[in-house]
């Protein structure tokens, strides 16, 4: 039997601190979702201004981000090149494949993932980032 990690309420909670500092510091008004090694949904929030379709596109970058084990960023790239039958992995299971979705890897292990949407792709990539970084490992 395998023991791994995996994320507790503090540690979502500091990810979720993190992250939102990162988005106030530039007033960046996005919406910032953080899931479990499988997608689902351990916490959400929506800053003052964000854009609506921002819910569901942050939700959907973190579980394509958890789902793939690596940044969304990456599953955008093969689409841009070309294989857009890839598209049709996001419409099984509510993925967005655009970048701004970050794996939470502790160990070599993805244990969660962290989705943002709001600005430009790649300030929604360092947002989450500046939130796992928080993470205490």
């Not at 992250?19 to 499988?38: M, R």
């Not at 790239?77 to 992995?89: D, M, P, Q, S």
């Not at 993932?113 to 792709?121: I, P």
């Amino acid at each position: 039997m395998i023991t791994r990690k995996a994320l507790t309420l503090a540690d979502v909670q500091a990810i979720a601190a993190g992250a939102e500092a990162e988005a106030k510091k530039n007033d960046w008004k996005v919406s910032i979702a953080i899931v479990d090694d499988g997608g689902h949904l351990l916490h959400f929030q929506r800053l003052d201004g964000a854009p609506t379709q921002s819910t569901y596109i942050s939700q959907g970058k973190a579980k394509a981000a958890a789902y793939a084990r690596k940044p969304t960023k990456g599953l955008e790239e093969v689409i841009g090149n070309g294989r857009t039958a890839f598209l049709t992995a996001a419409a099984v299971s509510d993925m967005v494949l655009l970048e701004g979705g970050e794996p939470i890897i502790v160990d070599g292990i993805c244990i969660g993932a962290v989705g943002v949407s709001g600005v430009k792709s790649s300030d929604d990539s360092l947002i989450a980032l500046a939130g796992i970084a928080k993470l205490a490992v």
